[in-house]
């Protein structure tokens, strides 16, 4: 079985910064993409930040430039640097990525269980 686990949610003040971390762990054979997504209450979850395994990078164009996105393949982790923080990017931020499990043989997509990050004005 294979798990995400994210941390390094929490509030911030408009302007301030945070660090997310995903760990993924379990019967993990390869890990082609990672990425972030978020959703905010009310509206449908959207991709903010995507990295490959050879460590190409696509944006939402909403975060370009405040956010950036980098991974460590050797520690099954992608990292989510969060700067110049504002209001509209509170939401619950979920970790995603597409997995080779040696057990079930095929790629899949697996998903955090999502941290929250709230940012006040």
């Known amino acids: 079985q294979v798990q995400l686990v994210e941390s390094g949610g929490g509030l911030v003040q408009a302007g301030g910064s945070l660090r997310l971390s995903c760990i993924a762990s379990?019967?993990?054979?390869?890990?082609?993409?990672m990425g972030w997504y978020r959703q905010a209450p009310g509206k449908q979850r959207e991709l903010v930040a995507a990295i490959t395994s050879r460590g190409s990078t696509n944006y939402a164009d909403s975060v370009k430039g405040r956010f950036t996105i980098s991974r460590d393949n050797a520690k099954n982790t992608v990292y989510l640097q969060m700067n110049n923080l504002k209001p509209e990017d509170t939401a619950v931020y979920y970790c995603n990525a597409e997995i080779l499990d040696f057990i079930v043989g095929v790629n899949s997509d697996y998903w955090g269980q999502g941290t929250q990050v709230t940012v006040s004005s």
């Open positions: 379990g019967s993990i054979f390869s890990i082609n993409a």
